[in-house]
């Protein structure tokens, strides 16, 4: 570690033609008595949600064996590089997800309304939607006043918040798990660019023309700072300039996949203040960009809390590249049909081999003391069950990540029954430093997290 008369100031942000570029902590932001005494750069948690619709196939879910010895379930195998990484939650309910009397059908609009807010949601197809404040949302609010965005809000599906999408319950129940605030629903970024955008792009200007002659120009992000760049790396140790330079490398390499994609694409861009551009070709490379570029978002310290919706309830998507060529949303009736379990469960599968990506990247991004992985906490889940009676209860839960080393992973924690789901979301604002007295309808902390 190089010592320097002056540190880098932790926010130091380079900028260069319409573009502005946030740093990753380097050893070289940490107060000189600190990296005297040659203790790495401590790294703040960071709190993320990943969301899967249509609960699970529970019998390929549940691990076997309680505690530490477990083994993964078919479901969770593609996770077995981070066992150690890793708690399996068993037990936990969505309780305000259920129907009340005389209630509309619409089971998808109460799960995804209930899921991040512990409240029931308000039955109604109009404007007059009505929920709680999410979880994320709680973070936010403390974690964001230290950061460049509050939070960010990423799915991969459609995301418009009129009309209605489930019997008696509003598009914004479906399309969106966040909530500012109980009648203030936030839509869910669904295109690679504009995220880029958002994290790196210029927020001068909201003119649409100014932002698509940006992009036919074809410049690079990196190629605009080059000169700042280059000053930077000048003064930084040597372990510093490793450090940017794969950082650089992450950038250029998710600039270059989303320059690719829209250049693949087969529609223009409309004349929005956010151009939407094309998206990768598959649901694979579409979802890892996505989470690479979340990864960028926490790696640069934009933001500390992202929400991701893999997929949402009622979603019409189809999985031909694993032999899944029926709807998902249908095939979660599946009506203990033994061909569609299984069909689902390779569905639930697929979405868990990319959580696995998202983990293998945070484990090989350098944070602080550790890793990435070692200081966030990721929720990763279901607002259900078991998808053909749309049951919220005993969900497919993990939680992965160390947040600083209040959660200890390696476990598969069974939990009484009617223990609130809000109960781990009170847990997990703890252990990343946010205070709060309750989370909807939760009763309390677990202290098994951390045991």
């Known amino acids: 570690m190089t010592v320097t008369k002056k540190a880098i ?6 900028r260069g033609f319409g573009a502005s570029l946030a740093l990753p902590l380097l050893d070289g932001m940490v107060p000189a008595l600190t990296a005297l005494a040659k203790t790495p750069a401590k790294a703040t948690p960071r709190l ?3 969301y899967v619709p249509m609960g699970a196939v529970m019998s390929e ?3 076997k064996e309680a505690g530490a010895s477990f083994t993964m379930s078919r479901i969770l195998q593609p996770l077995t590089p981070y066992h150690d990484q890793l708690l399996v939650l068993t037990g936990l309910d969505n309780e305000p997800a259920v129907a009340r009397l005389g209630e509309p059908a619409g089971g998808h609009g109460r799960i995804g309304g209930a899921f991040l807010t512990g409240v029931h949601a308000k039955p109604t197809e109009g404007a007059d939607f009505e929920a709680g404040v999410s979880v ?3 973070a936010a609010r403390q974690l964001g006043q230290q950061t460049q965005l509050a939070s960010l809000e990423v799915g991969l599906e459609t995301s418009g918040l009129a009309g209605a999408c489930d019997v008696g319950y509003s598009c914004a129940y479906v399309n969106t798990l966040c909530w500012r605030s109980p009648t203030t629903p936030l839509p869910m970024e669904t295109n690679p660019r504009a995220v880029f955008e958002r994290l790196f792009g210029d927020h001068d200007s909201t003119d649409a023309q100014a932002r698509l002659a940006q992009i036919g120009r074809d410049r690079s992000l990196l190629d605009s700072l080059a000169e700042s760049v280059g000053d930077l790396q000048r003064g930084l140790g040597k372990r ?3 450090k940017l330079s794969e950082y650089l490398d992450a950038v250029r390499d998710v600039e270059r996949r989303i320059q690719k994609a829209e250049s693949q694409g087969a529609r223009e861009l409309p004349l929005l203040d956010r151009p939407t551009g094309a998206v990768p070709g598959t649901f694979e490379e579409y979802a890892k ?5 979340q990864v960028l978002a926490y790696q640069s310290d934009l933001t500390r809390v992202i929400t991701f919706m893999i997929g949402k309830e009622l979603s019409s998507r189809t999985y031909p590249e694993i032999g899944v060529s029926e709807q998902h949303h249908p095939l979660s009736h599946h009506q203990n049909d033994p061909a569609k379990l299984e069909k689902l469960a390779k569905v639930n599968t697929l979405h868990a081999s990319l959580f696995g990506h998202f983990l293998s990247r945070l484990a090989a991004t350098p944070d602080g003391d550790g890793t990435l992985l070692d200081h966030v906490l990721l929720i990763y889940g279901s607002g259900m069950s078991n998808s053909n009676l749309h049951i919220p209860h005993k969900l497919p839960i993990l939680v992965a990540g160390g947040a600083g080393g209040a959660i200890k992973g390696g476990r598969h924690l069974t939990f009484a029954d009617q223990t609130p789901l809000t109960n781990l979301y009170l847990t997990a604002l703890q252990a990343v430093g946010v205070r709060t007295e309750g989370v909807g309808d939760s009763t309390g902390r677990f202290t098994e997290l951390s045991m």
């Open 48 to 50: 993320g949600i990943v």
């Open 289 to 293: 960009l996505m989470i690479d570029l």
């Open 240 to 242: 510093d300039r490793q």
């Open 9 to 14: 100031p932790r926010r130091t942000v380079l």
């Open 136 to 138: 994320d949302q709680i």
């Open 61 to 63: 879910w549940t691990p």
